[in-house]
């Protein structure tokens, strides 16, 4: 016979285990945590002892800015920078090619999320890997009160370019041999992932 952990206040890393919540399909305890920036969260016990989890998300968070405060770019590259740096490009700059749909048209951003870390502090905890940044109102501009993540595929088709200029084709192979891969790229370029293969595969850029 199994004899069972009692783990009602113990504290793993920044969890205090509060109450049991329920068990699963498994038969293995839930419970109710406090993580310590005051957020409760659910948590598996055997995941508490082994280290699994160590925070509601938080530290997790915090690690990331806190390294990009110590490195220059310390996400530079990842998924949720590249969104950024096209979010701030096709609202700035004339030469990309979705600024005639956002910059064009007088769609801004908040002037603190030119600093990456910024943009990072108030939408970084509720990213999800392989989401995209979504205008809830497309009338005003990117600011926390009016972005969310969603499924790229969610997204408008009429929001997707079809083709590229020659010039940004180029650039297209330079950052994929760089090693930018292709879901990077149409998050970069705002184009569908048939237009950025063309491009990396030398066949055509429209």
């Known amino acids: 016979m199994v004899c069972k952990i009692n783990m009602i206040g113990l504290k793993f890393n920044n969890l205090t285990v509060i109450s049991e919540y329920d068990t699963d399909k498994h038969n293995k305890i839930r419970y109710s945590c406090l993580c310590d920036c005051g957020k409760i969260v659910i948590v598996h016990g055997t995941n508490l002892r082994r280290n699994r ?86 009338l005003e501009g990117y600011f926390k009160g009016n972005c969310t993540w969603i499924p ?23 950052l994929y041999n760089y090693g930018y891969n292709i879901f990077e790229l149409t998050q970069i370029y705002n184009c569908s992932k048939s237009v950025i293969n063309n491009c990396v595969n030398n066949i055509s850029w429209k």
């Not at 030469?95 to 007088?106: L, M, Q, R, W």
């Not at 030119?114 to 990072?120: L, S, Y």
């Open 53 to 138: 989890v160590k925070s509601c998300g938080c530290l997790h968070q915090k690690q990331l800015i806190e390294g990009l405060k110590n490195k220059q770019h310390g996400l530079w590259g990842t998924k949720i920078y590249n969104t950024w740096r096209a979010m701030i490009r096709r609202c700035t700059d004339k030469n990309f090619i979705s600024y005639k749909d956002y910059g064009a048209k007088g769609i801004k951003f908040d002037p603190n999320w030119e600093k990456f870390e910024n943009f990072f502090s108030d939408m970084g905890s509720s990213y999800v890997d392989g989401y995209t940044i979504e205008r809830l109102n497309n």
């Open 152 to 174: 790229r595929k969610d997204q408008p088709r009429n929001a997707t370019s079809n083709k590229l200029s020659m010039k940004l084709a180029i650039e297209v192979r330079d």
